[in-house]
């Protein structure tokens, strides 16, 4: 079933969770992520409420203490880098005409969609992928987005993008606190020139807060 033309003919619970979608992290929120990217691991802790220089704290690298010298070296190259984690695309990047049902049940909803024109930058990477949303119909919200790439595609000459597939799991709402990302799990396979790559990548976040409860810690 096609949800062709405006969003009215989107059904109730669609409109509701995709009004509160959120893909990333809330403004302001603090969290912890765990970073295992192929067999490598970093924990670290985000605090928005701290200078610039200071918002992220390693706190485990290969799940064990680091050392002061890769403490050290840790701060320099997060300082030269943005805060928070960011996000490939923003609610407003999809283009609600574009929404198909690929099947139902009293729970829960598949849809897929696709991106605005307008909204694929000059990369146009938006453009090459599509989405896939599982929505809760219960307590309507997104549990769970899944980002594909449609066919392979070559950003940039001798490099090959083969298989990009990113999943994000989302909490349950609750009153005064909206659906979170709890986990990301990516995997990328390709070619640059000609040698294969890839990667295995799983983001984990806990201990996600607001700002009042991360100023009142």
Same mark, same amino acid.
């Given at each position: 079933m096609a949800l062709a033309g405006s969003r009215a003919? #989107?059904?109730?619970y669609l $409109?509701?969770? *995709? &009004?509160?979608?959120?893909?990333? #992290?809330?403004? /302001?929120?603090?969290?912890?992520l &765990? &970073?295992? $990217?192929?067999?490598?691991?970093? %924990?670290?802790?985000?605090?928005p409420t701290q200078p610039p220089a200071a918002q992220w704290t390693l706190l485990e690298l290969e799940d064990r203490t680091p050392t002061q010298d890769e403490i050290e070296k840790y701060a320099r190259s997060r300082s030269a880098g943005p /805060?928070?984690?960011?996000?490939?695309?923003? @609610?407003?990047?999809?283009d609600p005409g %574009?929404?198909?049902? *690929? @099947?139902?049940?009293?729970?829960?909803?598949e849809f897929t969609a696709t991106f605005r024109e307008t909204s694929t930058g000059a990369d146009k990477m938006l453009g090459h992928l599509i989405l896939h949303l599982t929505v809760d119909k219960r307590l309507p919200h997104v549990a769970a987005c899944v980002l594909e790439l449609k066919e392979p595609y070559s950003p940039v000459l001798g490099v090959k993008m083969n298989e990009l597939r990113v999943? %994000? $799991?989302?909490?349950?709402?609750? +009153?005064g606190r909206p659906s979170v990302p709890m986990e990301v799990t990516s995997r990328f396979a390709g070619r640059i020139f000609f040698i294969s790559t890839g990667?295995? *990548? $799983?983001? %984990?976040?806990?201990?996600?807060?607001?700002?009042? #409860? +991360? *100023?009142s810690r």
């Open positions: 003919e #989107m059904p109730g $409109r509701a969770a *995709l &009004t509160a979608f959120n893909p990333g #992290m809330p403004d /302001g929120w603090a969290y912890t &765990t &970073t295992v $990217r192929n067999n490598h691991s970093m %924990t670290e802790r985000f605090d /805060g928070g984690t960011q996000t490939t695309f923003k @609610k407003d990047d999809i %574009t929404f198909v049902l *690929l @099947k139902e049940d009293d729970a829960q909803a999943e %994000t $799991r989302f909490s349950l709402p609750a +009153e990667e295995n *990548l $799983r983001l %984990t976040y806990r201990d996600q807060a607001p700002p009042q #409860m +991360e *100023l």
